[in-house]
């Protein structure tokens, strides 16, 4: 006799599975929103969970520290809902250097050691200050912003951001990284030429 | 003569017809933003009409009462259109049990008899109240709400979403007509253990 | 020794009142995404239900046929929730003319009566049917569309909208109600002088 | 040893790549935010220039004007990115006629020429003013607008609109270049039927 | 000579700088997209910058746990930025109970401690796991979840959510800690009298 | 006999008129969707016209080019609206330097000369092309990018964005136009302290 509940009521549930999640198919079409979905049947509680930030990265580089992204092309189970993570080790004297996410704000809570960090705006004024353990600081979308480890222990830092793919575009691989002529940085920047070779051959720019 | 601006116009509106809708295909990728599109050209006006809402609904079942969903899923035509709807019937005594739709506000309009709704904020306050017929009551997004036939005799009522997929979790289905273990319905909700077995006995759920 | 977690948890919900839902406030400032909030400690459940679409409209007109909007300037509790409704009047030979919504897609649900129901898609493409009680069709958002009573008695249909204030363009009166000159509307629309002469004398233009 | 900052940080890049931009891949599937995206190995810079815009328009028929469109259809850099474009081109006594973009708001500036620009609002009232080289109108989504060469030579004006696929629903062919029977435009539009039946004739349409 | 680039440009900056954030001013009117913009002038460094949730919250209760939240309410300097985050502390045994958060989906990076959480899909599916040290889950918007302390030692967590007011409806609060009538509760949660009662009782709910 | 149908829906149309457009009140509250809107009385067709893009810029300073926007700030009638405008000045050897738009993405349009515009990548790459006349070219939201004037001549475009608030961060008024100091702006962008000085000499930086 109970039947009836139970058939009318699961037809619709199941039926309106697309609307709580879309795990992204990192091989099937991507779109303007994300990935496409994995099949509703194949998710299970593993698509939601992700350990790829557990560890302690390699911060044994130029900058002293190392950025592990849990964004949808890593966590594929945060596509189409809005947010995402990463994770910022910083060994003491450590930098995340100069840095935009253009498609998210972000938000970073310190969870080990002092991070001095700041955002410059639109209108040229910095905002930055050293944030201590416990402490979070949000740097709107699309701004110049940067972590600089200001303690004498090693920092360890989450980053959360309002896009489940924010992006992030790093100044100096963007200016030296790549393949923009000399010149063209040189008017664009007011660099001058020896600095911009000097960085190129740093970070393995040509041009 | 006339045929140049038929030629510029046409051109023109035809390559514009994906702004216009996008009849989900529900059997292509899907993504966050819902279904892939039908093509246009095999698009008619059935595509834009739904019938399953036309029909009494079978409340010979323990709520007395029956929802008949006209999402993306059932009506494809809504895809992509930020709207959906569905029908309620409720028998005397007839009830929709608690339950939230994730990603949408509600408006319900009573068509006939006297139904008793309500909806729950984040701050703990109950607003409800009986709808007569020709009233309108709108539910915010993600909150627990409710109906009930508060008359005499059989009521009808249509309600709309501010999605074509809005979503729907009925509290007693996602508590007890699953696995999810006892112990940690107990842990998670301070029911008793004796009525958490006896509601997953009634509601198939297992754990 | 129950007092802390009424008091951690109560504090946590009453300050995100807000995202619940955002009552309108006719008379405060008004912005791009709708009303200000009216205070919540001031809002009942009587702000989240409207009784102005319960009654038939006067359909002693032109056109024999009425529309009462619930939109969020006539029920302020859809304000922000990214729904509206409104109710249809048409009495025999009752015509809703050609209109468009310029923000919001439209469902409409045939409660009584018979309505040929139609919209014009960018490709100029038509489509139109007649839809009996209990039938739904949605309009996709801001093309052309009509509903006509096709039936021998009184029709009742009720629509909702994907936003709070769709807004209303009905053809006739943007172009012939208001001072718009008849050379300009001559030019744009390619109709005689006389006829918009007409028609501005029965919808009260001048110009 | 600068490997490993080159190591770590591309890898970090090259994952977000898909933030950035989703050009526009004609031939999968489309959905409602717009069409798949191109892989991103295969972009070039000339999937963000258009050329399409370069040249004057052909205005040898009826309306003495042309529209070309830039829009994601013909412009497939622009998906996704919440914009796009239009050229118009209008000879001396050039018109282009009433319309509305259902998806989109848009702003022109002239370039040459003087173009008499409008629009009516849902309130019924006409904002019209003859623009000059260089001033600059904005149309809010989905109102009826025109614009007229209101000088003594050849007009230029580039339309933006708020989305990459603006639609486009022209009055003149939305109801008179289909095939929607005389009978319902009369009824819905209040035009005579000779009015009606002259403009079919005009503009291809039938019924 | 400098000093026209400087004119040109800063006016340029200065006067986008709305475009930038809005800290929220908690006095001045709200509407649906959050509260009201600070003073551009006003805003500091500390604006952007949250302590609250820096010291171990009060786990001295009933569910031994307890909730800072950094929503804009509390942290206005997340208003319009689309994230917000949160402190979980849960003592040896606590328990987040089962809630949703009407607006925004969840993301929880665990800090110190085993975690056990899991949430439902409007498919009555149940996704669980027990999280350890620097793994992440993401919770879909709106649907039913809750955290554990699976541990034998105190934990410490972390959620950001893709909202600065994500709204949060704990459901025994919802249904036990206001005045919704014992019958109405029982007959929209098939919950016995008793048992509605006893909570009432623990969660000062009246009715 | 036909005052009913202009009672009844002039009542609807004229309480819809919010829906339109929300012209900028530059001095009541402003919100994360953009500034309180002007009483719909008030508004003329003057609101919805800019003619501060009508004059050549003063390309008399360091970067030869001049910068004019229509941003809501500016042109309150786009406030709303999602879409803005600007206009550029390029005097020979004229350069607009690297900057980035923090909330939208661009759309150029050469109207005069030949410019040589770029952005870069999130992955590093750079996309860069003379444009001529009458070309167009996509720089998708939040990248860094650039525009000079390639040719012998003073070159003009117009540039639209996808927000009526687009921001505007150009690098080196960001780096040395403020007070950022030198050691931090050294550790974030590895450039040496000399250029940083000599950068800040002419931008006016301090620190």
Redesign the interface.
Known sequence: ??L???F???F???????????VG?LY??????????KK?EAV???D????G???T??T????KA??A???S???P?????????A?LDLAVGG?I??H????????I?V?QGTI?A????????????P??????????????H?Q?NAGKSQALA?V????P???????????F????PTD?IQ??????AA?IK??KG???GTG
């Open positions: 006799m109970f009836p509940i139970i009318v009521l699961s619709l549930s199941s039926s309106s599975n697309a609307a709580d999640f879309c198919d099937a079409p991507q779109g303007p929103a994300g990935y496409s979905c509703p299970t509680v593993n939601f969970v992700y350990s930030l557990g560890a990265g390699n044994s580089n130029l900058i190392s950025v992204p849990a964004f092309a890593q966590f189970g945060v596509n189409g809902l809005g947010i995402s993570m994770r930098v250097p100069m935009t996410h253009p498609g998210a704000s972000e938000v809570v969870v001095l700041g955002f410059i705006s639109s209108a040229n004024k910095v905002y930055y200050k944030l201590k353990e416990g402490e979070i600081m949000v740097f709107p979308r699309g701004l110049l940067f600089i989450f959360s951001f309002s896009s793919s924010p992006g992030l575009q790093i100044l100096d691989f963007a200016l990284g790549d393949d923009l063209i008017e664009t920047t007011f660099l001058d600095q000097k960085l740093v970070l393995g």
